[in-house]
C-alpha cells in the first residue's frame, strides 16, 4: 500500500474550464478517503489526475515516495500500481469472471497455476466463491461490481481508487456492498479514494472526508468533524442541509438582510467579527410549533413540504419568503400550515466573498 499527495495541483481543461483549483492533499497509507461534492466540483477530474489519465497543468502528484506527474513526467496510468473501479464498470462480456478477475496477473506475467490460486482467493474476497465459470450476462448489476471489485484488488494495488462505484445499484444492495467494501478495504489495509455525490455514503465509509466545490478544497475533515465543525456555509449546507443566511452581527446578535430574522448574540458560535457575515442554520436547530391563534408573529412561516423520516420529520419551510429546513422529532405539520419559528442557534461565518 502506500501513501497519496497532491501539491498545489492545478488542472485547465483544453477547453479552458477548470478542473481543479491548486489542491493540497495528502491520503496516508492505508486510509479511506472520500471525495464528495456536488456535481461538476471536481471529483472525477481529481481522481482521474491521480490515476494518470489526466495530466496536472500545475503541481505535483506523488504515490508513495514516487513522483507520478509534475510539470515535466507523467507515469502512465498502468505504471502507478493502481486498481480502479467506475460507476458503469466494463466488465468484459466476452470472458468468464475468472478470465476477467485474472487479467491484470496475466498482464503481469504470474505462472498459471498461481494466478488461478490467487483468483480464487479474491473471489472468496468479495463473496462470489465458485463463480470463476460463470457468463458475466448471467449476473445481477451487484454482482457484476464485485467482479469489478475483484479485478481492482486482485493485483494488490498500492492505492484503490472508485469513482461512483455502488451509486448506480439499489438499495438495500448498495448498502450491503458498503458494508463488504469497508470491511474488505480495512482487512486488506488498503488506501482508497472513493469518489461519491453521496453524502451518506461518504460520512459512513471515509476515514475522512474532502469536500469539494468548483475545483476546490472547501474543508478536509473526519466525518463527525464535517457534521459538528463545517467550515464554511457552503459545506454546512451540502453536507447538513443547513439553512445559509446573509446578515450582519454586532454586539447584541445577528440580523437577516432584508428578512425578520433576529438571533442573539448567545445563539451565535464561529467567527466573532462585528459587520457583514453569513450563518449556517442546521435543521436541528430549527424548532417550530403550530401557531397560536392571535399569531401575527414575525416568527410564521408557512410549511411547503414535509416528510416522514424514521428518527426525524424534514420539514421545509418558507419563512417570509427564506426557504428553511427543519428537523423536527416532534412535528410533523401538515404541508401549508402556519407555524412558529424558533432559531436555537446558527454558526456564523465571515462574509463569502
Ligand atoms: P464531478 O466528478 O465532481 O461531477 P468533474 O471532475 O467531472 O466533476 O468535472 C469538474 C469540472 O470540469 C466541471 O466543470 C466539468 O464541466 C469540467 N470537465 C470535466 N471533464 C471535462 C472535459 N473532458 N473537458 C472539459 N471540461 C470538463
Ligand atoms: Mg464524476
Known amino acids: 500500500m502506500a501513501s497519496v499527495s497532491l501539491d498545489s495541483v492545478s488542472l485547465r481543461y483544453p477547453s479552458g474550464a477548470m478542473g481543479l483549483a491548486d489542491i493540497d492533499l495528502r491520503v496516508g497509507d492505508g486510509e479511506f478517503v472520500a471525495l464528495l461534492g456536488p456535481s461538476g466540483s471536481g471529483k472525477t477530474t481529481l481522481l482521474r489526475t491521480v490515476a494518470g489519465f489526466l495530466a496536472p497543468t500545475a503541481g505535483v502528484v506523488r504515490i508513495g515516495p514516487d513522483v507520478v506527474a509534475d510539470g515535466k513526467t507523467v507515469v502512465p496510468p498502468e505504471s502507478r500500481g493502481l486498481g480502479m473501479v ?11 469472471v475468472g478470465r476477467n478477475v485474472e487479467y491484470p496477473l496475466r498482464r503481469a506475467g504470474m505462472p498459471r497455476a498461481q494466478r488461478a490460486a490467487r483468483v480464487a482467493e479474491v473471489l472468496d474476497l468479495v463473496g462470489l466463491d465458485g463463480y470463476a ?11 457484476r461490481q464485485r467482479v469489478a471489485l475483484a479485478r481492482a484488488i486482485v493485483g494488490e494495488p498500492r492505492v484503490l481508487l472508485l469513482d461512483e462505484a455502488l451509486s448506480a445499484l439499489d438499495e438495500p444492495l448498495r448498502d450491503r456492498l458498503r458494508i463488504e467494501l469497508q470491511a474488505l478495504t480495512r482487512r486488506m489495509g488498503l488506501t482508497v479514494l472513493h469518489v461519491t455525490h453521496d453524502r451518506d455514503e461518504a460520512l459512513a465509509l471515509a476515514d475522512r472526508v474532502v469536500v469539494l466545490d468548483g475545483g476546490r478544497i472547501q474543508q478536509v475533515a473526519t ?8 467550515a464554511t456555509a457552503l459545506v454546512a449546507r451540502f453536507v447538513s442541509d443547513a439553512t445559509r443566511v446573509i446578515g450582519s452581527r454586532d454586539a447584541s446578535g445577528f440580523a437577516a438582510d432584508g428578512h425578520p430574522l433576529r438571533l442573539p448574540a448567545s445563539g451565535l458560535q464561529g467567527a466573532r467579527e462585528h459587520g457583514a457575515c453569513e450563518i449556517a442554520i442546521l435543521p436541528g436547530d430549527v424548532e417550530i410549533e403550530p401557531t397560536r391563534a392571535e399569531s401575527g408573529s414575525a416568527a410564521t412561516a408557512t410549511v411547503v413540504s414535509s416528510l416522514f423520516g424514521r428518527d426525524g420529520n424534514d420539514v ?6 427564506m426557504t428553511v429546513r427543519c428537523h423536527s422529532r416532534t412535528q410533523r405539520p401538515a404541508v401549508g400550515a402556519r407555524v412558529d419559528v424558533a432559531v436555537r442557534r446558527a454558526v456564523a461565518y465571515a462574509a463569502a466573498r
Open 86 to 96: 467506475f460507476q458503469q464498470h466494463a466488465v468484459w462480456p466476452h470472458w468468464n
Open 223 to 230: 466525518p463527525a468533524e464535517l457534521v459538528e465543525r463545517p
Open 316 to 321: 421545509l419551510l418558507d419563512w417570509a419568503g
Open 133 to 143: 465459470r460463470r457468463d458475466p450476462a448471467t449476473l445481477s448489476g451487484g454482482q
